[in-house]
């Protein structure tokens, strides 16, 4: 693997419809700039997951800062990508820390992690085809769809304690997002929230007392994991939208780029679950590819990994501030409230667009089913005990989709009632929604 990279053109200037490659790059003041815009890009939704499941925002940091580096390390620096916080821990997590403590959703997390590494090294051996097979369009769009659903009275838990600050703090996104163009519209979460905080603090909502006694150097708080099998059906969901997260990113850069990066795919899977597995060895949230700096380079039009380095080593310098991360957990929970409720929101339409995409027929009963099941298990959180076993709506809703499409696909096609076209429309890109337009300005 080379670190180097090669300058484009004159490093300065990029002509019409030029792109600068993720092997290139420009002049370093102007790389070094745009990986610091990668940094605020992802900054709002990364700290929004450990500042709604009680997790440390610098630790959290400090291993999105390795795993991004780890990234691009195991994909040979070809494929430039961010991981953040994903929003699909959240549900887990919260139901792991309030049941059984905050080191036992740690040990789920490192466990997630190992599963989604052992997919990529199958991947990278046998290849994605079977992905599509096992997790099609209408499974995919319904996983992510009751994830953000399920989350929904977590939102509204947070928005009723500030109703005043959690309304300005949604109303700011939602007009920063249709007010200003370019990078600054894509930063409306980020933007919202420091409009919120700002009414938050006016409204003596905000406690300022652990800031000052934090230390502005030093190393984050580390949690070691737990286990608790009670847990594991509580983050097994998660591997599957990081599968489809992984697998929309690597195609939207190569969409992009012009570049193919097929190969890279089972890397990207390795690479992203070796990153949450480092964050469940010491109290970070779980890391996915972030869609938010796919839109920082769709507007700059640089894929370059060199911006991705010094985001990397920007995120890491900023972890390593006590004062720092203090200063970002005294954001209130009606700042979160208002925040989640966009962000909840989104990931359950977006599972809706992955049907758009892929043009899912819902005149088909099988299609129309397995949403339809899952949904109403995902949104009213329907829960299963089995001994130390505790299954709830995403875990049941997650395997209902997939029990439910290839259970009754295999008896329908057996009793000649299937209602599929002679050659199924499939559009890769259906897995593209969540990772190209995901979860922050959504993970």
Known sequence: MALGWTLHGDGRTLTPGAVVAPDE???WPRTVGIGMQHVVAMFGATFLVPLLTGF??????????????????ITRNRLPSYLGSSFAFIAPIGAATASHG????????????????????????????WIDAVMPPVVTGTIVALIGLNLAPAAWGNFQGAPVTATVTLASIILVTVLFKGILGRLSILVGVIIGYVVATVRGEVDFSTVGDAAWVGLPEFVAPQFDIAVVGLFVPVVLVLIAENVGHVKSVAAMTGHDLDGYMGRALLADGVATTLAGTGGGSGTTTYAENIGVMAATRVYSTAAYWVAGFTALLLSMSPKFGALIATIPAGVLGGAATMLYGMIGVLGARIWVQSRVDFSNPVNLTTAAVPLVIGI????????DLVFEGIAIGTAAALVIFHVMRVVARW???????????????????DAAEGRGSQG
């Open 102 to 129: 905050q080191g036992v959703a740690v040990g789920g997390i490192l466990v997630t992690g190992l599963v989604l590494a052992l997919v990529g090294v199958i991947v990278h051996f046998a290849g994605a085809r």
């Open 380 to 387: 009213a959180n329907f829960t299963f005990v089995a001994g």
């Open 56 to 73: 440390s925002p610098a630790t959290t940091l400090f291993f999105s800062a390795i795993g991004t580096i780890g990234f691009l390390l």
């Open 25 to 27: 790059r420009l002049t």
């Open 415 to 433: 009793r000649g009632t299937t209602q599929e076209p002679a050659s199924p429309a499939s559009v890769p890109g259906g897995h593209e929604v």
